[in-house]
């Protein structure tokens, strides 16, 4: 590619920013920028133009217009290749700009905070970052355009060693998109609850963005692909979120199972251990250990216990560890394993571990989404817990004993998981 000449860093999030700056600043770029983003740049070194100075037009409205002018649009949208456009940037004064390092104001952290006021809210929505961003991302065959600082090492050692090409370009110019469509997105989703309420659960036009976090060998079947995708930003603890520590690479039925067994093991305080064949459980059981819940739980039916999913909601300690080794399992999800655990577990180099983390905010939250062929049925997750299961009515003359009752309320949870009708013994 041709050399570097100017670059404009306008950040909000500034993870790495300095060094981006003084790698193009070393590659002989102009740096332009703005407020804070400028600020920080020239406490570290960098010498820097304000985009106020090089366009001769001062910040205005309270910093909302800051880069919307044609110096800096046309020298983003400018093609080099087009004789008509460099001649009208010359007559009109607009130098090129070969680099865009732009993230945006943190419009979701703001309305993510208690109590947010909407004044607040609405002027954390960016309008010159997606501007800037859409415009090089539009013009990416003359424009670098980074919008993910884990982009900065790599963009910086292409552009030091002549090797930027169009499929890097496209790649950038394609996580803009991504990136601004999920920010309006956001915005029109925050929006549309000012209007309809805040106790809107089911939005007119319902926007998801997952992440591909990984491809699967197959689908449900051989003859199907798969892939595995990540909610963003979610913080609830679950198998999406969980950390694999050794075996086979996790099937699409493994996802499903280890997902099941998870959520069940976690509707109880007490330990508790859940075992998972085709999607539904066939051994759940409390314990005062986790061993003494574990044998209990395969031990209601060890046949279909052999080659299941496993799920603790408790760390899997060596005694435990031993048991599950003694025979075969697929999977073990639990929030920790202990070193000794660990080791012994690892003695079985195909079975796959989980670790989830601590169980400490298991607030569930979201929907529940069933894709149909050319639509989507949604409802809330089943969260719903029975807290005094003696209020209910019970039409025979001899009441539940406590000891029922207990065992009712186990049941109570393992029924909402099966897949059909249940019988729990």
């Known amino acids: ?14 993870t790495g920013v300095l060094e981006m700056a003084k790698g193009l600043e070393a590659l002989g770029a102009e740096i332009l920028s703005t407020g804070g983003t400028a600020k920080a740049l020239r406490e570290a070194g960098v010498k820097v133009t304000d985009v106020a100075a090089y366009t001769g037009s001062p910040e205005i409205l309270d910093g909302r217009v800051k880069t919307l002018h044609p110096k800096i649009h046309g020298g983003l949208l400018g093609r080099r290749s087009v004789p008509a456009h460099v001649q ?31 004044e607040e809210a609405i002027e954390n929505i960016d309008i010159g970052g997606p501007s800037m ?20 090492q790599r963009v910086l050692d292409a552009a030091r060693t002549g090797t930027v090409s169009q499929e890097l370009r496209r790649e950038l110019a394609m996580k803009v998109f991504q990136h601004t469509a999920r920010y309006d997105s956001l915005i029109a989703g925050y929006l549309e609850k000012q209007v309809q309420g805040s106790e809107v659960k089911f939005p007119k036009i319902l926007s998801l963005q997952f992440e591909r976090a990984e491809m699967l060998r197959y689908g449900e079947n051989p003859h199907q692909q798969g892939a595995f995708y990540r909610e963003l930003h979610s913080a609830e603890p679950s198998v999406s979120r969980g950390k694999i520590l050794q075996g086979k ?14 959520e069940l093991a976690k509707e109880y305080d007490e330990i508790a251990v859940a075992i998972i064949k085709h999607n539904n459980p066939c051994g759940v059981a409390l314990g005062t250990t986790p061993v003494e819940a574990y044998v209990k739980a395969r031990e209601t ?5 052999f080659g299941g999913v496993i799920a603790f909601n408790r760390p899997v300690d060596l005694v435990a560890a031993k048991e599950i080794t003694s025979t075969f399992v697929e999977v073990v999800v639990a929030p920790g394993f202990a070193d000794d655990a660990l ?5 079985k180099k195909d079975l796959r571990l989980l670790d989830v983390g601590p169980l400490t905010n298991v607030k569930g939250e979201g929907f529940d989404l069933k894709k ?9 997750r089943d969260l719903g817990v ?8 019970v039409p025979t003359q001899r009441k539940p004993t406590d000891e029922e009752y207990a065992a009712c309320a186990f049941a109570w949870k393992v029924c909402k998981h099966v897949k059909s009708n249940a019988i729990i013994y």
């Open 386 to 393: 029975l807290t005094d299961l003696k209020a209910l009515n």
């Open 133 to 152: 961003l859409r415009s090089a991302a539009k013009n990416h065959e003359d424009v670098l355009v980074v919008v993910d600082p884990t982009d900065y």
């Open 1 to 14: 590619m041709a050399g570097i000449k100017r670059a404009l860093i306008s950040v909000s999030d500034k």
């Open 88 to 118: 009208q940037m010359e007559q009109q004064g607009i130098g090129p700009i070969d680099v865009v390092v732009v993230n945006l104001y943190p419009f979701e952290a703001t309305i993510a905070k208690p109590h947010c006021p909407f």
């Open 372 to 380: 149909l062929v050319g639509g989507l049925i949604v409802q809330d």
């Open 301 to 305: 039916d060890p046949i279909s216990a």
């Open 343 to 347: 080791a012994e577990l690892k003695r």
């Open 249 to 262: 690479a996790m099937s699409y039925n493994n996802f499903l199972d280890a997902n099941s067994a998870l």
